[in-house]
C-alpha cells in the first residue's frame, strides 16, 4: 500500500507537510493543499483513520473530472464553475482522466478519503462501476455537466442534442442541400447519438434518407481532417454539405477542403458543434451550434453545492443552444 512518503515524494514536500494538509488543511496553503491532493490521487494513498478523523467534516473541494485537458472546449466550462466555486468558499481540482480508468479511479478515492466534497463529471467515459458506486454513498455527490450516462441517473445540467441538430440540419435543407454527411464523434458516447438520432431522422423526416452518411471521429482536428479527406475524394459521391460533432473536427474538414481544392461555402459547406473561439478566427468563419458552456457549469456547480448544503435540486436541467451562422455555410453552387 502506498504511505505518506510516498505521497510526499510526489508532492515534493515533506511528510511533515502531508501530514499537516490531511490533519489541519487551514494551516496550509491553498496551492500546498492542491498540491498534496493530487499526489495523493497519482499514488492512491488512503489516509488512515485517524488522520480521517483529525480533519474537518468539509474538504471545501470540489473535483472535476475531463477527459482531455487539452480541449478548448472546457475552458469555459470551468470558468463557470470555478467562479461558483470561489464565491461560495470551494476550491476545485482539476482531474485530467485521459481516458484512463485507472486515473478516474484515483480522483473517485478522493470522496471516502474526504479529500474532497463531490465530483463534477465532464464525461461518460469511465467505467460504470466506479460511478455507480460512488453514487451509491449518500455522502459523495456526483454532478454530470454536457454528458450523460444512459444508464445511469445522476444530477445533470446539459443541451438537447438531438433537436440542436436538427434545427442545424434543417438550415443545411433551407439552403438548397440533399447530399449532407456527417463526421460523428465516439460512437458509443452517448450526446453523439443523440446528435446522429436528430441528423438522421431530420433527413428522413425531409425525404432525404438516401443522403444518410455517417462517419466516426473523435472530436479532434486530426480525426476530422482525416474524415473530411474520406468524404471529399471521390467527386461522384461528395456530399455539398457536412456536419461535424465538433468545431475541431469541423475545422479539420476545412483543411481537408482547402487541400483538395473544394471552395466553401461555394462548393462545400461546413456545420460545427459548441462554438469554441478557434470556429471564430478560421477561414472562413465557421457556422457551429453554440452551447452555453459558461452557464453550464454555472448551473453545475450551483447544483453541486446545493446537493451538499442538503438541498433539493431538480434532477435534470436542459439549457438553449443557438446556430451562429458564419461563412462556412451557403446555397449549394453558389
Known amino acids: 500500500m502506498p504511505t505518506i512518503k510516498d505521497v510526499a515524494k510526489a508532492a515534493g514536500c515533506s511528510t511533515a507537510t502531508v501530514s499537516r494538509a490531511l490533519a489541519s488543511p487551514e494551516k496550509v496553503t491553498e496551492a500546498t493543499r492542491q498540491r498534496v491532493a493530487r499526489a495523493i490521487a497519482e499514488v492512491g494513498y488512503a489516509p488512515n483513520v485517524a488522520a480521517r478523523n483529525l480533519r474537518r467534516a468539509e474538504s471545501r473541494t470540489i473535483v472535476t473530472l475531463l ?11 470551468i470558468n463557470g464553475m470555478e467562479e461558483v466555486a470561489h464565491q461560495a468558499g470551494y476550491q476545485v481540482l482539476i482531474g485530467d482522466c485521459e481516458r484512463d480508468p485507472a486515473r478516474a479511479e484515483a480522483y473517485f478515492n478522493l470522496l471516502p478519503t474526504n479529500q474532497a466534497d463531490g465530483i463534477l463529471l465532464l464525461t461518460s ?37 438531438y433537436q440542436a441538430t436538427a434545427h442545424a440540419i434543417d438550415y443545411l435543407i433551407s439552403l438548397g442541400h ?5 463526421v460523428s464523434g465516439p460512437v458509443d458516447n452517448p450526446i453523439c447519438r443523440d446528435r446522429t438520432r436528430g441528423y ?24 476530422g481532417y482525416q474524415q473530411g479527406l474520406a468524404l471529399l475524394e471521390d467527386a461522384a459521391v461528395r456530399p455539398s454539405a457536412i456536419f461535424c460533432h465538433s468545431d475541431e473536427m469541423a475545422i479539420g474538414v476545412l483543411k481537408a477542403a482547402r487541400q483538395l481544392g473544394i471552395g466553401v461555402p461555394e462548393a462545400l459547406s461546413v456545420v460545427g458543434f459548441d462554438n469554441i473561439g478557434f470556429s471564430e478566427y478560421c477561414e472562413p468563419e465557421l457556422t457551429t451550434v453554440s452551447q452555453p458552456r459558461h ?20 434532477r435534470r436541467q436542459t439549457l438553449s443552444t443557438q446556430l ?4 462556412s455555410t451557403g446555397r449549394p453552387g453558389a
Open 67 to 77: 477527459p482531455d485537458i487539452s480541449n478548448p472546449f472546457f475552458s469555459e466550462i
Open 125 to 161: 467515459d469511465i467505467p460504470r462501476e466506479l460511478v455507480s458506486r460512488a453514487d451509491a454513498r449518500a455522502d459523495s455527490p456526483l454532478v454530470m455537466a454536457c454528458e450523460f450516462f444512459s444508464d445511469i441517473d445522476l444530477p445533470t445540467v446539459a443541451i438537447d442534442n
Open 178 to 182: 440533399e447530399r449532407i454527411a456527417s
Open 200 to 223: 438522421r431522422d431530420t433527413l428522413v423526416a425531409r425525404g432525404l434518407a438516401n443522403s444518410v452518411r455517417v462517419v466516426e471521429g473523435d472530436f479532434g482536428f486530426r480525426s
Open 295 to 314: 452557464e453550464i457549469g454555472q448551473q453545475a456547480m450551483r447544483m453541486l453545492l446545493n446537493i451538499l448544503a442538503g438541498e433539493d435540486v431538480v
Open 324 to 327: 451562429i451562422v458564419r461563412k
